[in-house]
Structures are given as C-alpha cells and as structure tokens.
C-alpha cells in the first residue's frame, strides 16, 4: 500500500517547462522563471512528456508526505509561472493616520506615524516581490509564493502592537485578500 502512495503525478499546462537537475527544479512559464533545490527532501523526480512524476523509493509515513510537500511546493511554482500571486493588504488606523512609503531600490517599505509613533517602522520586501499602493491598500504581487506571502507576513508582523488587546486597539496593516493572478 505505501508503494502506490509514494508515487504522484502532476500534469504540466502547455506553455510551461520544468528542468530537472537531479534534485533542483527549475519552472518557466509566460511570467517568468522559478528554480527551487529539493536536495533536502528524499524525493525522486522525473519528467515523462507533459507529466512530471514525484516518487520515493521504499517510502514510509514519512516519506510519503515529503513527497505530497515536494508535490505542492512544484504545483505553488507551475500556478506562479503561469499566473502569479497576489495578497491584498488593509491599512487600518483609528486616529493617527499612517503613511506608508515603498523604495524599490533598497527593497524596503517604511511605515510612519504608526500610533503616533516619532520613529519610522521599515519592513524589508523579501526577494523578487513587488509591493504597490492603492489609497488605503496595500498589494503584494510576484510569481514566487514564498516571496509574497513572507513580504505580506513581514508588513503585518511590523504594525503588530504587543501588550494591548487586538480586539481593542485595531491599528494595523492586515492580510484580508490572497488569490492567485497578477
């Protein structure tokens, strides 16, 4: 039974192409390009015409579901080549208002007058994520779900006040929208 588990196929959308170089993955698609290492995970793969095959070789509990874990992180970069990722941010203030400022440069976002608050806060954008703004929104894009869903976790993590009741005190920047597209 754990022979027919330890085996999973992925069908490959026209216009996308996977690589393989023994352990490391590269997907291209119309967005862009994606490579990823799988050298830490006890997964084999192969590539027979549009079906990419994920398999372990004398699988047990464990292996089995490092295989469905390889499978949905190549299926996260097959839906990432081809459409692309996009998180939906939510800036939320009482009575200071808040102004949020992206330099694409230094790949960083800076938060200012958060609660009142002299210092600015700076949040670092995580690799090829791009971060726009739209009034009170902020948004997330990228081909990389990683890449976005960090950057949308790190600007929230920084708006978070410790010590006070959430349910009170709702200033914040919150994640209220993830969907896939660009």
């Known amino acids: ?82 459409s692309g990722f996009t998180y939906k941010l939510k800036i939320v203030y009482a009575h200071f208002p808040v102004t949020v400022k992206v330099n694409e440069k230094e790949k960083k976002l800076t938060i200012d007058n958060f609660t009142g608050e002299k210092t600015a806060r700076v949040v670092h954008i995580v690799g090829s994520a791009k971060v726009k703004l739209a009034s009170d929104e902020i948004h997330v894009q990228g081909i990389s779900l990683s890449y976005v869903s960090q950057t949308a976790a790190n600007i929230q993590y920084a708006t978070k006040i410790p010590d006070k009741d959430q349910r009170v005190f709702l200033d914040g920047i919150y994640i209220f929208e993830k969907k896939e597209g660009m």
């Open 1 to 82: 039974m754990l022979v027919e588990l330890s085996e999973r196929k992925i069908t490959i959308p026209d216009g996308v192409q996977i690589e393989i170089k023994g352990r490391r993955i590269k997907a291209t698609g119309p967005k862009g390009t994606l490579e990823e290492d799988f050298g830490h995970l006890p997964v084999h793969f192969d590539v027979e015409g549009q079906t990419l095959r994920v398999y372990a070789q004398w699988a047990r509990k464990r292996e089995v579901a490092l295989v469905g874990t390889a499978l949905a992180h190549l299926r996260n970069m097959i839906k990432g080549v081809t």
